[in-house]
């Protein structure tokens, strides 16, 4: 396809990101034919955009270790992790087991640095991504226990300069909605790497008038950075302490994670911590160190660095009733299912947290991916399980985590769910639906199930014709398409057709983390560019 859709430019940006083709290089700024990024300005917008991906969690590589001889523990978690490394390319990783409050695997593979000898050691730091939304959670549930936040109050009762363009105004968005992804707000930071300091949160809010809600909140889940940086806000905000403060001294110091922090220079001061790795069109990783970039903007969202023992820590807090951080009710409340994803059944979300039945097992766990690193926090409080494993590059290592679940507690592999659909119904998703993206732009798309194919037309007022591509099925009303043009469907690029809104009506929603449509009648009048004020 000679010609892009315009539409679809935030979506593109951000898969870039994901995958890591990101051709950018300091200047002069080479180490073993390896870029080193060392400069903030340099970090593309759309990099702090990401976190766990649109599919549920991959399922453990079990079927690839030798199960044909007796393995100790040791050796199938080994085995675990080095096959889920090679599989994603992982230079390095790190990896905490806890099984009734107890350590029982605690160590490094790989190396800190791709083409250098340092190794990774069980207490290498690493960022940790969206795994940071948790501790964020946790913060604002402080507050709710000692009566300064109300979970189901307007968020602008704390952020009362927060305004918004559109139909929905700031104050139908509730605290709860921002901690269940609930709250439509598009996930796209327009400057992510400013302002900078204690007031950077307030000042970015302030920034946001011309942000319009894909949604009323509340409709459904739809996973936004932005709107953790806005709880990260309501807590600084409830409590009278800075974010970063806040959570380093009644999260990080009153859980014992004392490797946890938000600041790069005591990293790099350390000396013990990973490099950032993403694969890019050289051949060779573009490698992102601790100091490339901050942001306290997106700190909520996922910006803190942690130790694989660390976050274990933070899993068995959480299994345990909160500790010294919270209440046995506010950790209750956190990992309750809150709201549906409307992927796959049973696959819910509480306040930073997924929630999960895996293999029998009622799971929680949540991910974490940023430029360069990924993290990943797995617990079964029925099995007062716990496995932590952080890897340098930007996809995290679910599979191994799924795969050690299932060594450690000695479970039978499973068949995979079949959650396939008879293509004779996908005929009720016929019709047009009206979009908005993460920028505010409007398209149309036509959805159509005929004979011969399931398919959606994209419709630009802004370019010459159509796109269409074929919807392939994936699981229940979630379908991917050829984002591209290449004739290959992209695995990373979801629709979801969802059938209800919080009020109950039939309404149809298609969903996508980029972009968000409404099923409705034929166009009535012409529309521009911009969605309306």
Not at 69 to 74: D, F, H, K, P, Q
Not at 267 to 278: D, I, K, L, P, Q
Not at 359 to 388: C, I, M, T, Y
Request: glycine share 10%; proline share 8%; with cysteine.
């Amino acid at each position: 396809m000679d010609r892009g859709l315009r539409f679809l430019t935030v979506v593109v940006s951000g898969i870039l990101c994901v995958l890591g083709f990101v051709a950018v290089m300091a200047d002069g700024a080479e180490n073993d034919e390896i870029s080193l990024l060392p400069r903030p300005a340099q970090l593309p917008p759309d990099c702090l955009n990401v976190g766990p991906g649109p599919l549920p969690p991959r399922r453990g590589p079990t079927s690839k270790i030798d199960q044909t001889s007796a393995l100790t523990t040791e050796q199938a978690i080994v085995q675990c992790v080095e096959t889920d490394m090679e599989a994603i390319g992982a230079p390095g990783a790190a990896v905490t087991v806890m099984v009734d409050g107890q350590v029982i695997f605690n160590r490094g593979f790989g190396y800190k640095h791709q083409g250098r000898p340092e190794l990774v050691d069980a207490d290498t730091r690493f960022r940790i991504g969206s795994a940071t939304k948790m501790m964020t959670a946790a913060a604002v549930m402080q507050q709710v226990e000692v009566g300064l936040v109300n979970l189901d109050a307007p968020v602008t009762d704390w952020i009362p300069e927060l305004s918004l363009s559109g139909r929905w105004p700031a104050d139908s968005i509730t605290v709860r909605n921002l901690l269940t992804h609930s709250a439509a707000i598009p996930d796209y930071y327009e400057d992510p790497l400013g302002p900078t300091g204690d007031q950077a949160l307030g000042e970015w809010a302030g920034t946001l008038s011309d942000v319009r809600l894909h949604a009323p909140p509340g409709t459904f889940w739809n996973y936004t950075n932005p709107g953790f940086a806005l709880a990260g806000l309501v807590a600084e905000r409830a409590s009278g302490l800075p974010y970063r403060e806040l959570l380093d001294t009644r999260i990080f110091d009153a859980a014992g994670m004392s490797k946890t922090t938000f600041d790069p220079a005591e990293v790099v001061a350390s000396g013990n911590f990973a490099y950032g790795h993403e694969p890019n069109s050289t051949g060779q990783p573009t490698v992102w160190a601790p100091d490339s970039f901050d942001s306290w903007v997106a700190s909520p969202s996922g910006l803190a660095f942690s130790t694989a023992s660390d976050l274990a820590l933070w899993g068995q807090l959480l299994m345990d009733g909160g500790g010294a951080v919270l209440s046995d009710s506010s950790t209750e409340t956190m990992q309750r299912r809150q709201i549906f994803v409307d992927y796959v059944p049973d696959f819910h979300y509480g306040f930073g947290i997924f929630a999960e039945i895996y293999n029998g097992l009622d799971v929680r766990q949540h991910g974490g991916n940023l430029v360069g690193w990924g993290a990943f926090l797995l617990w079964v409080p029925e099995e007062r399980f716990v496995v932590s494993i952080l890897d340098n590059t930007l996809i995290h290592l679910t599979a191994a985590g799924y795969c050690i679940v299932d060594a450690v507690l000695e479970l039978e592999v499973s068949p995979p769910p079949d959650y396939s659909t008879d293509p004779e119904t996908w005929g009720r998703f016929n019709g047009r639906y009206r979009f908005m993206d993460n920028h505010g732009d409007l398209f149309d798309a036509e959805v159509t199930k005929d004979e011969e194919r399931f398919s959606i037309t994209f419709i630009d007022p802004d370019e010459p014709g159509p796109y269409q591509t074929d919807l392939v099925h994936q699981y229940l009303d979630t379908f991917i398409i050829d984002l591209d043009g290449d004739q290959v469907p992209d695995p990373l690029f979801d629709l979801t057709f969802i059938h209800r809104t919080a009020s109950g009506s039939k309404t149809m929603w298609l969903r996508n983390r980029s972009f968000v449509g409404r099923r409705v009648l034929p166009p009535r009048r012409p529309y521009g560019r911009r969605a309306p004020e």
